[in-house]
Every structure is written in C-alpha cells, then in structure tokens.
C-alpha cells in the first residue's frame, strides 16, 4: 500500500504540472511511466498474496496482523498528499554553499543566452565570473538575472546587500546547488527572503568582508510569481 501511494503521488504531481519542484524536466516522463508500472506491479503483488495466504491456511487477510509502523507509514504518505509541493527555501542555501569554480587558465566572455533563450542564468553569469581571473573585467557589464531573494547570509555585511539566488539541478531537487550574486539594497524597497525578482543593473566589484565580489548596482527590479519551474537546470 505504502508503494501505491508513492507512486499514486507521483503521478498527481504530474497531473498538476509539479513534478519541477523535484526533478529536472527530462525525467519527468520517466517518472510517471515507472509510477504506472509500480502501480500495476504492487497491486499484482497483493493479489498473489491473497492467494498464497488463502492456498495455505485458508484465512483471508487479517488487519490485525499488520504492523503499527506500516500504518504510521502510510498515514504520513497520505499525508504528503495534502500538503503543497514546496521549493527549497533561502535557509538552506548556508548548507548547500557551493565551492568556486578554479580553472588551470583564465577565461574571460561575456556570457551569451543559450540556443532558444533570450536570457542568461544566475549559473552561466556565475561560471564566467569565477572562470576569469582578470581583476574587474565584468565592471559595467549590464546583467538582467531572475531568482529569490537572501538576506540572511549578508547580515555581517550590513544592510546594503541582499543575494539574488537560485538552485541548480543536474538531475532532482537533492543534488541542488545554489548559485548566487549579490545586489545592491534599494532603502526603498525592502525585500522578504524567498521573494522572485528579475534585477537588471550593471556589475561592479567591491571589497565586502575584506574579498572581491561582483556586485549588481543600480538595479532596476521588478517583483515576479514563483517561476513555474523554480529551478535552473545545470549547464543552461
């Protein structure tokens, strides 16, 4: 029953177009055909059961005999089934920090969007900053990112910066990865941890906390919806 109801969620994931929050794009037709055979499989399962308990005492299934811990477990599925799918939240990027990336050679370009975007994302921008070695070669480079916002890990930095971030998935939601810029703090404005925002502005390095770091200034932002696929997908 228990396998049933993880692959049954599966597929109602699916059905409400949510599979997103937990796997990246091209398993997500996988996932719903091995659901289906899991299914089929389980339930097969069960009827041989049935009757190789029936051929030999001749008894039916007992409820009683079902352990305790297989009715909590299938109570705390069912009630996965209630409760909205949710992304990783801006807490857990401290956790999931990720390491720079070091090249044996310095390369230095401007990011460009991949083939059928228009955009460039928080990954590809972070990849050519950490990439280049030359000092303040993005200076004055407009960059237009969407993501979330994180206040919590610039607090030692004062109140002028905030991270804009997104997590990175090669295949689901466990093996994320965040990757972040930081941005400069309209006083106007102050925006709550998670809120999605696309920032375009130019980049600037600065000393903060004693390290170069490219900064977003004079951003111009414009608060969004959670995107319908809230993470970015490595390598795009």
């Not at 037709?29 to 059961?49: H, Y």
């Not at 900053?129 to 979330?148: E, P």
């Not at 109140?159 to 971030?165: K, L, M």
Request: proline residues 5%; glycine residues 6%; positive net charge.
């Amino acid at each position: 029953m228990g396998g049933i109801l993880v692959c049954g969620y599966i597929l109602l994931l699916a059905s409400r177009d949510h599979l997103g929050f937990y796997t990246h794009p091209r398993y997500h037709q996988f996932a719903i055909i091995i659901s289906i055979v899991g299914i089929a499989l389980f339930l097969i399962d069960i009827m041989l059961q049935f009757k190789s308990r029936q051929s030999l005492n001749g008894s039916v299934f007992n409820l009683r005999r079902v352990k305790v811990s297989s009715y909590l477990a299938i109570i705390i599925l069912t009630i996965g089934y209630t409760l909205p799918p949710k992304t990783l939240s801006p807490s857990s990027l401290a956790q999931r920090e990720n390491p720079a990336i070091i090249e044996a050679e310095s390369r230095c370009e401007i990011p460009k969007p991949t083939e059928n975007s228009s955009t460039i994302s928080i990954n590809r921008w972070k990849t050519a900053i950490n990439s280049c070695k030359q000092a303040s070669y993005f200076d004055n480079k407009d960059i237009t990112i969407t993501g979330f916002v994180s206040n919590d890990l610039l607090k030692n930095y004062g109140y002028d910066y905030f991270y804009i971030a997104r997590y990175v998935i090669s295949c689901c939601a466990v093996d994320s990865v965040p990757v972040k810029i930081i941005v400069e703090k309209r006083f106007s404005v102050d925006y709550p941890d998670g809120t999605w925002l696309i920032v375009k502005g130019k980049l600037s390095q600065k000393v903060i906390n004693g390290q170069a770091e490219y900064v977003i200034t004079q951003p111009n932002i414009t608060k969004i919806s959670q995107p319908k696929y809230p993470y970015e997908l490595m390598g795009i």
